[in-house]
């Protein structure tokens, strides 16, 4: 099996897949990771965990409809090509 452009793109697409189903309440909230871990105060700068969160949020919010096209176009293109 040869390293392809495709595969690469395929791997990006599981990752992201991956950040879109961690759900806050079941699994974040068990690891410290939750909605409401990592707050900070008035003028200081977020830590990575907030900022992390914050990344998840965003790509769970902005991604939502794009996967579902992209997931049905690989899809598609597995079972014409295998």
């Known amino acids: 099996m040869a390293f392809t452009l495709y595969l690469l793109l395929q791997a990006a697409l599981l990752c992201v897949n991956t950040i879109t189903v961690l759900h806050e309440e079941r699994f974040l909230k068990n690891i410290g990771w939750g ?3 990592g707050i900070g105060g008035f003028g200081e700068e977020p830590g ?3 900022q992390l969160m914050n990344l998840i ?3 769970r919010t902005v991604m939502r409809v794009p996967l579902i096209i992209i997931n ?3 899809i598609v293109l597995l079972l014409l090509f295998g």
């Open 57 to 59: 949020r965003s790509v």
């Open 48 to 50: 990575i965990k907030s």
């Open 35 to 37: 909605a409401d871990q």
């Open 72 to 74: 049905s176009i690989a």
